[in-house]
């Protein structure tokens, strides 16, 4: 195309290009932004013309349709990487399907470029040895033919980081301080010192655009996993620790706002909210501990324990309330994180290591006078002394707590209904079912004002224990039904489990109808097997079903389903929850 001297080449190449059928294809736009109100000029005034941008930032002119390239899924990135490997000259043959390739392509965020400069590494190293040494890995230059910014994956990211303005600089390394992604409300309190609370939305969209951040529905961002790192380096340390700071006063103010609702309405949402946002509460808890805070981390640790033991993470939560006990903190935490540490080793059936930190928690309570802290240790004495069989020091101590309950203005809270449920099962024991059911209608009545569906199906345990007792097996069923439905709502396998196992006493007692024989107790022994075998501990270690009459079931089952029964129970092993809680609902699944 020929420009006469002095010409304009825009319009020159408008003349040419008016009335064609043409494709236009501009590639890394994202150099020349003064360009682009022309490339749309061009659009609107060659209609038959095409163009084709390649941009790490959307033009965001009239008549723009985006089509993102968002990082490969798992398996798609897996292949990937195999067949670069293979170009790359690697010494075996790798597949797919092999679990280290999985980790190294979810390491790497499925990002293609990334995936290329690891798996050119597979002459030297393994990889295993690639995922050991990711970071030295995704440092060094790729092929010689690649343009120079993208020959590492620093360089890749530089060249999209000098693109930013100043402010989105200064605040985009802050964003590494987050684990498991983000919402507005948390990114707003980290960029606090850098940007207002009017433009974080803005700020966000643009990083967006520029893809070093990701969003999902919520909304809800993150930065993927090589971007997060590269990030981390950006950030001077003054501006980490205000970030680091700030992160963890927002996490901290967030469990604390959520902890009531674990013992009442809106379990099932905050429980959902705390599964979301735990990677980022843990790491504040870290955080609070590698910077002096650790008061801060033992109070957050007290406000989400509940969490940690209905979800099973209790090797988690105890390691790091015992690492805040190792610190210099005010005594209420120190009751506090030791009451932690007490409840979730009795959930891992550590019952010496519970009774030493619940008696340790209880003693200082008492000596500094915290009244709202001494129930919640001391009580804790009375399900160790359950475990081990000694009902009357657990009788004498659940009394007790319930009067420290009442003393502490918690009255018909969540410790006070427990202590009740408690009492029921010494009371269960000591052979007294009547006196158990009315301290189990006690509890549940006032489990069920505060809309707890966590005391509740506690409470039921007992009440169907007290039902099985009595004769009354319709009435198991249906406290079966509902303490499975709420432990689904939560997501407490632990329970489940332990519901699954009574059901299948109750059926074999006294089979219901349309249950196909005894088919039933196989499939729900199965079932509670596979729950039990991931829970991670005895959460409820105070539950004590009638292991006689569990072991029993199994044996009427067999002999009535002979080698059926095997299958049965393998079938139930292979059930997903869905279906678990199906076949406890419906007699007839």
Not at 23 to 46: G, R
Not at 85 to 103: M, N
């Given at each position: 195309m ?16 008016r ?9 890394n ?11 749309a ?11 084709l941008?390649?941009s ?24 990937l990487?195999v ?18 390739v999985?980790?190294l ?15 050119a ?22 092929a010689?033919?690649?343009p ?8 890749a ?7 930013l303005?100043?402010?989105e ?13 983000f ?15 009017g433009?974080?939305?803005g ?7 520029q ?29 980490e ?18 902890e009531p609702s674990?013992?009442?309405e809106?379990t ?12 980022n509460?843990?790491?504040a808890?870290?955080?609070?501990l ?5 008061d ?10 509940l ?8 090797r988690e ?18 009751v506090r994180?030791?009451?932690?540490v007490g ?6 059936g550590?019952?010496?290591e ?17 009244l709202?802290?001494?129930p ?11 475990a081990r ?6 009788a004498?101590?659940?009394e007790?707590t ?19 449920v ?22 549940l ?9 966590l005391a509740?199906?506690?409470?039921l ?5 007290v039902s ?10 249906r ?10 709502d ?21 089979p219901?109808?349309?249950?196909g ?7 729900l ?7 039990r075998a991931?829970?991670?501990g ?8 009638d292991?006689?009459?569990i ?8 002999a009535a389903?002979?080698?059926a029964?095997d ?16 076949l ?6």
């Amino acid at each position: 195309m020929g420009v006469a001297e002095g010409g304009n080449p825009f319009t020159a190449l408008l003349d040419l290009l008016r009335g064609q059928d043409r494709l236009l294809l501009l590639d890394n736009a994202e150099h020349l932004l003064d360009a682009w109100p022309e490339v749309a000029t061009l659009a609107a005034a060659c209609p038959g013309l095409r163009i084709l941008v390649t941009s790490r930032i959307p033009l965001r002119v009239r008549g723009e349709v985006l089509f993102p390239l968002t990082p490969l899924d798992l398996p798609a990135a897996a292949e990937l990487f195999v067949t670069r490997a293979a170009a790359a000259g690697a010494a075996r043959l790798l597949s797919a399907e092999d679990a280290v390739v999985g980790q190294l392509c979810h390491r790497l965020a499925g990002i293609p470029l990334a995936i290329e400069l690891a798996a050119a590494r597979v002459r030297l190293l393994s990889p295993a040895e690639i995922l050991a040494r990711l970071d030295e890995v995704m440092a060094a230059e790729g092929a010689r033919d690649l343009p120079p910014r993208q020959r590492t994956m620093r360089s890749a990211i530089d060249w999209s980081f000098e693109l930013l303005s100043p402010l989105e600089q200064a605040a985009f390394p802050r964003l590494a301080v987050f684990s498991g992604g983000f919402g507005i409300d948390a990114a707003t309190a980290v960029l606090a010192d850098v940007v207002g609370p009017g433009d974080v939305l803005g700020l966000l969209e643009s990083l967006v655009d520029q893809s070093l951040v990701v969003v999902a529905p919520g909304p809800r961002f993150r930065l993927l996993e090589p971007v997060a790192q590269y990030a981390a380096t950006r950030l001077p340390r003054p501006a980490e620790r205000a970030a680091r700071d700030a992160h963890l006063r927002f996490f901290g103010a967030l469990a604390a706002r959520h902890e009531p609702s674990l013992r009442g309405e809106g379990t099932v949402e905050t429980l959902a909210e705390i599964e979301r946002e735990h990677a980022n509460l843990v790491a504040a808890v870290e955080w609070s501990l590698a910077s002096g805070q650790a008061d801060l981390g033992g109070w957050l640790g007290w406000h989400l324990w509940l969490f940690w033991w209905i979800r099973g993470a209790l090797r988690e939560g105890r390691r790091l309330m015992q690492a805040v006990l190792t610190h210099d903190v005010p005594d209420p935490v120190r009751v506090r994180a030791g009451s932690v540490v007490g409840a979730l080793a009795f959930a891992q059936g550590d019952d010496a290591e519970a009774e030493a930190a619940w008696t340790t928690s209880a003693d200082l309570a008492r000596r500094t006078g915290d009244l709202e802290g001494l129930p919640y240790a001391y009580g804790g004495i009375g399900l160790v002394a359950l475990a081990r069989d000694d009902a009357d020091l657990a009788a004498r101590v659940f009394e007790e707590t319930i009067v420290l309950c009442d003393e502490a203005g918690l009255h018909g809270e969540w410790l006070w209904t427990l202590s009740h449920v408690w009492l029921g099962t010494v009371e269960l024991l000591r052979g007294n079912p009547a006196g158990a059911g009315r301290l189990v209608e006690e509890a549940l009545a006032a489990a069920r004002r505060r809309n707890d569906p966590l005391a509740v199906y506690i409470g039921l345990f007992t009440a169907i224990q007290v039902s099985m007792a009595v004769g009354e097996p319709d009435r198991a069923r249906r406290q079966i039904a509902e303490g499975v439905l709420l432990s689904r709502d939560t997501g407490d396998h632990a329970n489940l489990a332990y519901l699954l196992d009574a059901l299948a006493v109750v059926e074999s007692l006294s089979p219901g109808p349309g249950s196909g024989g005894l088919a039933r107790v196989g499939l729900l022994r199965g079932a509670a097997a596979q729950l039990r075998a991931g829970t991670g501990g005895n959460v409820y270690g105070y539950y004590r079903p009638d292991e006689a009459l569990i072991a029993q079931a199994g044996e009427v089952a067999r002999a009535a389903r002979g080698a059926a029964y095997d299958d049965d129970v393998a079938a139930g092993w292979a059930l997903d929850v869905d279906a678990m809680v199906a076949l406890a609902t419906d007699p007839t699944a």
